[in-house]
């Protein structure tokens, strides 16, 4: 399973795709294991919720209480680094070198893996907004950087874990995506070296992005599932 992908392409996409306030600053394109990338998690109880402007109210004593109040934002847009750095971590040089390799996650252990456990029953999941992800073709004997994106061009919404890990007055906010297996996927099977077993993200659906993120725990496995062949493209890289 590759662990680069491309983030959404204009700040407005966040909003329109996700619902969310769009990011006044815009991270590179690609992110790889330690880079800054966005994702989406629920409203922390820390953070106010921030309401949608009503519409203008009318004349009248009343008006004000007349008025449609929009329903406060149960999602947030944040930043953190690509690579997930477990809270028991003891300085932040380790969790650098941890965070190379906790970009993926495999659904199935995320929650027995000591790196991941607590972060899943505290119920830390998050959604990455991503344009494209890659994976290298090697039907051919060499490896192929393939771009993955949906036949449509929209957004797509993988599922993750996201963790926020301090101590001697360093913070880090990070996040990990989760795959799913792919060995009988129409397309995802092409990927990756032989003998080695077929991975793709746990790409959601639309209109489960709410679901996935406050969901009960028995329930979120319901989740991880391959994303249908027929909705994805992918094309070659093209050799600069």
């Not at 949608?52 to 449609?68: C, F, I, K, R, V």
Request: hydrophobic share 40%; glycine share 6%; aromatic share 10%.
């Amino acid at each position: 399973m590759s662990t680069q992908y491309e983030c959404l392409k204009t700040p407005d996409l966040y909003a329109d795709a996700f619902g969310v306030e769009a990011p006044s600053n815009m991270l590179d394109k690609q992110v790889w294991p330690r880079k800054q990338g966005f994702f989406i998690r629920k409203v922390l109880l820390s953070t106010p919720a921030t309401a949608q402007p009503s519409e203008p109210a009318t004349s009248g004593a009343d008006a004000s209480a007349l008025a449609p109040q929009a329903a406060p934002r149960v999602m947030e847009l944040a930043q953190g680094q690509f690579g997930l750095v477990p809270t028991w971590v003891k300085s932040a040089s380790d969790a650098k070198l941890r965070s190379t390799k906790l970009a993926v996650t495999r659904y199935e252990t995320m929650s027995t893996s000591t790196n991941t456990r607590d972060t899943w029953l505290s119920g830390k999941r998050c959604i990455i907004p991503m344009q494209a992800f890659f994976e290298d073709d090697w039907r051919s004997g060499k490896a192929v950087p393939t771009r993955i994106a949906r036949v449509d061009g929209k957004p797509m919404g993988v599922a993750g874990l996201w963790e926020r890990w301090a101590k001697d007055g360093e913070e880090i906010t990070s996040f990990t995506l989760l795959t799913v297996n792919a060995n009988s996927h129409a397309l995802m099977n092409r990927y990756g070296q032989n003998g080695n077993e077929k991975r793709m993200p746990a790409i959601l659906n639309e209109g489960a992005w709410s679901a996935w993120l406050s969901a009960p725990i028995d329930k979120a496995r319901e989740f991880m599932r391959a994303y249908p062949a027929h909705f994805l493209l992918a094309n070659p890289v093209p050799k600069k």
